[in-house]
T-cell receptor
Framework: DGGITQSPKYLFRKEGQNVTLSCEQN?????MYWYRQDPGQGLRLIYY???????QKGDIAEGYSVSREKKESFPLTVTSAQKNPTAFYLC????????????????FGSGTQLSVL | GESVGLHLPTLSVQEGDNSIINCAYS??????FIWYKQESGKGPQFIID?????DKRQGQRVTVLLNKTVKHLSLQIAATQPGDSAVYFC???????????FGAGTRLFVKA
């Protein structure tokens, strides 16, 4: 089955600790995204990557870092600088970053719930 | 910045009735809109989309209406079922790039 796999489903972080959330896709999509979702709110963009070895900050990038060494993988690290990390994190992919791919929907993973111990 | 918002945070309907979920968007340059459904603890799933050169699009039991004059989007669900209970997000694609902007969401409750 093609899709996006996020792991783990649940993650706990101790104070001062960095944690990494995994996101893997086998859809051969160009772009990948990380969103944060807080209760009662919509999705806020953390980082996105349109091509391997390149990524851009979204609206709430502070306290987070990413890498895009492979097309299939876009891990998100929640650093100790993120003081309020408890949230539901969603990874998504987008088929094409060419002009023909402008109007396309996002494909989402099943999310990771991060909580602070 | 630009944002997509929803009029009602919660909607409760009787099973079998039709549901209407509304959305206002602020970027008049947006040319592609999507509705997603998110069940508890899961990622959003695509329901239906519409391009700005259309004002109505129908799917299976769902219809999306776009009014560009007042920058308003709506999702209509016919014969609402318990399985339709979820949070519904409208979203617009940034016309200059590949960023999708989401509204806050409307939680739909279906009463049996």
């Amino acid at each position: 089955d093609g899709g996006i796999t996020q792991s783990p489903k649940y993650l706990f972080r101790k104070e001062g600790q960095n944690v990494t959330l995994s996101c893997e896709q086998n859809l051969n999509h160009d772009a990948m995204y990380w969103y944060r979702q807080d209760p009662g709110q919509g999705l806020r963009l953390i980082y996105y990557s349109q091509i391997v070895n390149d990524f851009q900050k979204g609206d709430i990038a502070e306290g987070y870092s990413v890498s895009r060494e492979k097309k299939e993988s876009f891990p998100l690290t929640v650093t100790s600088a993120q003081k309020n990390p408890t949230a539901f994190y969603l990874c998504a992919s987008y088929p094409s970053t060419g002009a023909a791919g402008r109007n396309e929907k996002l494909f989402f993973g099943s999310g990771t719930q991060l909580s602070v111990l | 910045g630009e944002s997509v918002g929803l009029h009602l945070p919660t909607l409760s309907v009787q099973e079998g009735d039709n549901s209407i979920i509304n959305c206002a968007y602020s970027n008049s340059a947006s040319d592609y809109f999507i509705w997603y459904k998110q069940e508890s603890g899961k990622g959003p799933q695509f329901i239906i989309d519409i391009r700005s050169n259309m004002d109505k699009r129908q799917g299976q039991r769902v219809t999306v209406l776009l009014n560009k004059t007042v920058k308003h989007l709506s999702l209509q669900i016919a014969a609402t079922q318990p399985g339709d209970s979820a949070v519904y997000f409208c979203a617009e694609n940034n016309p200059g790039g590949f960023k999708t902007i989401f509204g806050a969401g409307t939680r739909l409750f279906v009463k049996a």
